[in-house]
């Protein structure tokens, strides 16, 4: 296979499982977004909570989780659902590509010094039998 | 053999949706916590409600009729701008949770007798006013609200601070700090 099939295979791999671990790992502890608060959290709010509430539509009650920020006197933002999903899967793929990429460079790099494999003596062909069709 | 394997995998998805919500806290233990802390009225709050409607009104130093502010929402009242005799609400808030986040408005409001006086970034120190407050209400006592506003026509205004323990509260009018 070519190093740069094996690099892409290997890429799809992590991709598919950043999509089904991390989701996992939300749905089991959603406070895994209080990780978001040191980029999301404004100047001066850094204590980070994760907060249920429901609201109703027309459609029934939904039950959302957003991240707020407290700050020492109480003070707080909300700074809701997206951003820190958002804060936490970039996290997630920058981590594991620092982990993975450095691996698939360093096969590829020792596959390329190991050079081409090394080819056997050729194959004896085969040759149809000739048949003589001389009269007997 | 299937049906054992059907069984685990059965019993392994109950109980991670037992475990769901792990980590997450209510609505109301944040309000809670927030109270333990001092109320969250602050003067970096009011400020930016105040910054955030003189950029939307283009008038700097803002003129108002009165400032309103609880947990995460302050409600400014500006004199009207197409000039009429009415007055302006807006609303700043932080937080969907509690009444909303950005800068809404302007609602309508009636005539008032309460004179204007301007406000500009820096003029009020809640922060002050409110820890004043608190030592005044006592131990265990958080900011419920603030309200800055002139008593009258020509009168100074004044920043009313009302602390609570959960069960009385009392209103403590705050001098020097504007």
């Known amino acids: ?136 | 053999m299937r049906s054992r394997g059907a069984i685990a995998l059965v019993v392994a998805a109950l109980a991670l949706a037992s475990c769901a919500g792990i980590g997450t806290v209510s609505q109301e233990e944040v309000t809670s916590e927030a109270q333990r802390r001092g109320g969250g009225i602050t003067t970096h709050l009011v400020d930016a409600a105040v910054e955030a409607v003189a950029e939307e009104t283009g008038r700097d130093p803002l003129p108002v009729h009165s400032i309103f502010a609880t947990l995460a929402q302050v409600t400014i009242t500006v004199p009207s701008a197409d000039g009429s005799p009415g007055r302006d609400v807006w609303s700043y808030g932080t937080s969907g949770l509690y009444g909303g986040r950005g800068l809404t408005g302007p609602a309508v409001a009636g005539e008032s007798a309460a004179g204007t006086f301007a406000v500009a970034t820096g003029d009020l120190d809640v922060d002050a006013a409110g820890a004043t407050a608190r030592d005044a209400g006592g131990p265990g006592t958080w900011v419920e609200s603030v309200t800055i506003a002139r008593p009258g026509e020509g009168a100074e205004p004044v920043l009313s601070v009302v602390v609570t323990d959960g069960a009385t509260s009392q209103t403590i009018a705050v001098e020097g700090s504007r």
């Open chain 1, 1 to 136: 296979m070519r190093p740069i099939w094996r690099f892409l295979i290997g890429q799809a791999v992590l991709v598919v499982a950043l999509l089904s671990l991390p989701w996992l790992l939300l749905v089991v502890y959603p406070g895994v977004l209080e990780l978001t608060a040191p980029v999301l959290c404004p100047a001066g709010q850094p204590d980070a909570r994760i907060v249920e509430y429901s609201h109703t539509t027309h459609d029934g009650t939904s039950t959302n989780d957003t991240l707020v920020c407290l700050g020492p006197d109480g003070d707080l933002t909300e700074v809701g659902s997206w951003a820190p999903l958002g804060v936490y899967f970039v996290g997630v793929f920058v981590g594991s590509e620092a982990v993975v990429l450095p691996i698939q460079l360093l096969g590829i790099v020792r596959r390329r010094r190991r050079g081409p494999r090394p080819t056997g003596p050729p194959r004896p062909v085969r040759v149809p039998p000739v048949i003589s069709l001389r009269g007997r």
